[in-house]
């Protein structure tokens, strides 16, 4: 009971976080005079009174997070927190079902930036705002926010983080107490932000759109002010600063924050996912330019070079931006970009898929199997450069590939059992399960999820949250054995 109440405490605060969030779009429709105003100091104080419910008779509880409160805690947040935030859509859209306001704010939240809204060039600043909020928010996690201001309140996060943080995070030289490591990271993923923000200025954005757009650029979150998204711009220099920053966005922010510490590149050069990364998207480019020139889809070399490096930089590393309609290009293509989603980024990074420390890991597992068939007799470890992994690591890595793989055919069979054509259904689940965004078919990038059935739309939803989870965080509470003591 009391891991209940410790529980209720600390998401009342989370989601009066996210009400303070929702007056800042009320100031935002009221200086833009667009209309939705209402809708968020409506949906702001519904959110915050909910929140101080929760929190003022829990003042007292005692703070400490226990090891499946923090698992319960993250499902909890990341599935209920989506609920409190689809007020200011449902208020402002009264025909929007709840069906579709849940999957537009937990497509923000999760970065995966599938929508089912279209009309985005006219629809009001402030809503276009909250989109883009919430995908900044959910790009370094909601959790690892909340551990970084709950120890002011007296909460320890250091369960919250273990059972929220993404992937290896780099813990040398980093600050050694668990609050002091998420604020360092969130102080470089906003200062990073803001460098992206003045970039696309610099490109030729608005104020506004660069706002939005750095935002989704720096969570992979991929949600666009436009029906076109990027390609509404048709502007290289925009093509090119987005490209980066979403290069930078897949890195290990713990890499970044070293950078930064120290004023050196020596990180990223040491940094074995880093260079795996620009390799993995360098060498991709070329191919897709080469393929989509030889295919005669674009007249020039360079022309094909743009357009496949930029679209197949946004869903290699589970953005979602689209500057052109990718779904008409070779099948060879697109195929490669959503095979890419699922493995590119690093760990530590706002992108979702397997990382790419993990495929490594399971590359060189399968590697010494095969020596272990011509010398059986043979000891010899998994290393990464000069570390030794640990077999326990290793049992995890595969444990956790085999459960992405059966989760990713179990919903794919289930969108198909429900009438779904093959392509759609299985671009779908691997862009929604990798927060990559669009798909192909009837979910590509000239279209969005709109055309889905609630019972498609639920599907990919829950495809989205396993996926920003790492399935883990959920599929572990289903398991018996992990509330005994």
């Known amino acids: 009971m009391t891991a209940i109440l410790t529980i209720v405490h600390i998401f009342g605060i989370i989601i009066m976080g996210f009400s303070g969030l929702m007056f800042s779009c009320f100031i935002t429709s009221t200086l833009a005079e667009d209309g939705a105003n209402e809708a968020f100091w409506l949906g702001g104080l519904i959110t915050l009174f909910s929140g101080l419910l929760m929190y ?13 409160a923090g698992f319960l805690l993250v499902a909890a947040t990341w599935t209920l927190v989506s609920v409190f935030c689809t007020l200011p859509l449902l208020l402002y859209f009264p ?34 705002l909250w989109r883009h909020e919430l995908t900044w928010v959910g790009g370094m996690g909601i959790i690892v926010f909340a551990v970084a201001i709950l120890p002011i309140l ?97 890195l ?14 020596s990180p990223y050069l040491r940094d074995l996912e880093a260079r795996g990364v620009l390799l993995l998207l360098i060498g991709s480019s070329l191919m897709a330019a080469f393929v989509l020139w030889h295919h005669g889809v674009y007249p020039d070399f360079l022309i094909a070079l743009r357009h496949a490096t930029f679209n197949l930089v946004t869903i290699a590393t589970d953005c979602g931006f689209a500057s052109q309609d990718f779904n008409a290009w070779p099948i060879f293509v697109p195929m490669w970009m959503l095979f890419l989603s699922c493995i590119t980024v690093s760990s530590g990074s706002t992108g979702g898929g397997i990382r790419l420390i993990r ?109 920003r989870v790492q399935i883990f965080a959920i599929v572990i509470l289903f398991i018996p054995e992990f509330w005994r003591r």
């Open 56 to 68: 003022l008779p829990t003042m007292r509880m005692p703070k400490k997070v226990s090891r499946q």
């Open 95 to 128: 025909n929007l079902s709840f069906v579709d306001a849940y999957f537009e704010v937990t497509s923000g939240l999760t970065t995966t930036g599938a929508t089912i809204f279209s009309g985005l060039d006219t629809m009001p600043m402030s809503i276009n």
């Open 154 to 250: 007296g909460i320890g996060g250091m369960q919250l983080y273990k059972a929220e943080a993404p992937g290896t995070v780099k813990e040398s030289e980093l600050p050694p107490r668990i609050a002091q490591t998420a604020k360092a990271l969130w102080q470089t993923y906003a200062l990073i932000t803001v460098a992206c923000i003045i970039a696309l200025k610099l490109a030729g954005m608005s104020w506004f759109d660069a706002v939005c757009h750095s935002f989704s650029a720096m969570s992979l979150g991929g949600f666009s002010t436009h029906d076109n998204s990027v390609g509404y711009f048709d502007s290289l220099p925009i093509e090119m600063v987005l490209t980066v920053f979403q290069v930078l966005a897949a």
């Open 252 to 265: 290990n922010f713990a890499t970044h924050f070293l950078a930064l510490k120290k004023r050196t590149l």
């Open 359 to 467: 495929t490594i890991i399971l590359m060189k597992q399968a590697r010494l199997e095969l020596f272990k068939f011509i010398h059986p007799a043979a000891i010899k470890p998994v290393r990464l450069g000069d570390n030794i992994i640990p077999n326990d690591v290793v049992t995890s890595v595969m444990g956790f590939i085999f459960l992405y793989f059966i989760s990713i055919v179990i919903l794919v069979f289930t969108l198909l059992l429900s009438g779904l054509d093959f392509i759609s259904a299985f671009s779908a689940i691997i862009a929604c399960f990798n927060n990559a965004g669009p798909g192909l078919n009837q979910v590509g990038p000239a279209t969005n999820y709109s055309s889905l059935s609630d019972f498609q739309t639920l599907v990919c939803l829950f495809a989205m949250l396993l996926g």
